[in-house]
């Protein structure tokens, strides 16, 4: 008989660091809905004795409200209580399971919850000064560069250039976001793979890419003219229209991610560039604001998993991620939601 592990989610989202508790405040717009996350593991590799399947569980935080959350993992006999953990650098919450190749077969994981996710709208920015010695070192981690994001060296030519005539912090970072959004374009040429790796030097090169490309660029230019920036990942819901029922509830394809950047005097402020780019007419509100149609479930990049993965790290966690005798191996994903009525 399947059992569902429910589990209490009103823990509020644990801070690293002292600077990283001032965030931009919710704004007027609101949304309420469920969220159903599926990873299936449909075949495991030929003579794998023990397979290790995690998947990311999302937190409440100052932008949105997880409550009513299941988890089920199940068998083809018996349900299977999954590891709750906390990744200690980027804070990340997850489920693990470690089964043994025969009961891994045909397993399936699966994650609900109701969302309440808050429209983030970033006000006072005039009040920006100039990062402390103490802010700049607790914001640390957020200066610096990833394995595919960039930060001074090479790149630093290119961060001037984007952000000539800027004089202060907030002015750089809109600087930033006006040249990735002029600068790339929303494109996946099958025939020019490459895209989706969030890598600066892809962006650069080829000017074009999904929503990790775009945010890669805005982070090395920020970073690089030292202001901090975080990245944030989940999935986007699409604008509601009660004349399109598709808007309301169904399958959502992919995944989508976004930035914060810390303005010393003012704190953590949103920005959506793929989005400025898309809907050119709100160009200017994602630039400090975030929507309500959407959801977080992960920070970061290059990112390692609880208990850690024998792999390298994870260039970002959103989808359902397994590793068979320690080498990664495909798992499928399918993730679903419905507007609360």
């Known amino acids: ?26 704004g007027k717009q609101e949304r309420t809905f469920r969220f159903t996350y599926t990873a299936a593991v449909k075949d495991v590799p030929e003579g794998a004795k023990s397979v290790d399947l995690w998947i990311p569980v999302p937190q ?3 932008d949105q409200s997880i409550n009513d959350l299941e988890l089920l993992g199940s068998g083809a ?19 693990h399971w470690r089964l043994d190749a025969a009961g891994a077969k045909g397993f399936v994981a699966k994650m609900s919850f109701l969302c309440i996710r808050k429209e983030v709208a970033a006000r006072d920015r005039g009040k920006a000064r100039e990062l402390t010695e103490k802010e700049l070192a607790e914001l640390s981690q957020y200066l610096r560069p990833d394995k595919l994001v960039l930060v001074g060296g090479e790149f ?5 250039n ?3 005539g800027a004089r202060n912090p907030g002015e750089i970072a809109k600087a930033a976001y006006d040249y990735t959004v002029s600068t790339m374009r929303y494109d996946k040429r099958k025939d ?10 892809w962006a650069c090169d080829a000017r074009f890419g999904n929503c990790t490309d775009f945010h890669a660029l805005f982070m090395s230019i920020a970073r690089s003219k030292g202001i901090p920036v975080k990245f944030e990942m989940g999935f986007p819901l699409p604008l ?6 598709e808007t309301l ?5 992919g995944y989508h991610c976004w930035a914060k950047f810390y303005l010393a005097g003012v704190g953590w402020v949103p920005v959506d560039a793929f989005e400025g780019y898309k809907r050119q007419e709100l160009k200017g509100y994602f630039f400090g604001n975030l929507d309500a149609h959407r959801v977080q479930f992960t920070n970061g990049r290059d990112t390692n998993l609880s208990p850690r993965q024998a792999g390298e790290p994870l260039n970002y966690f959103i989808y359902p991620y397994a590793e068979a005798d320690g080498k990664p191996f495909a798992v499928e994903g399918a993730y679903t939601f419905s507007d609360a009525r």
């Open 249 to 253: 509830s169904g399958h959502i394809t």
């Open 60 to 62: 409440s935080t100052a």
């Open 1 to 26: 008989m399947r059992k569902a592990l429910t589990i209490c989610s009103c823990l509020a989202f644990a801070c690293l660091l002292s600077a990283s508790e001032n965030g931009a405040p919710a």
């Open 162 to 164: 984007a952000t000539r």
């Open 192 to 201: 020019k793979p490459g895209w989706g790796h969030g890598s600066t030097q």
């Open 156 to 160: 630093a030519e290119r961060a001037d």
């Open 240 to 245: 509601p229209d009660p004349a399109k029922p």
């Open 77 to 95: 006999s018996k349900a299977v209580p999954p590891e709750i953990a906390l990744e200690p650098v980027h804070n990340n919450k997850m489920a």
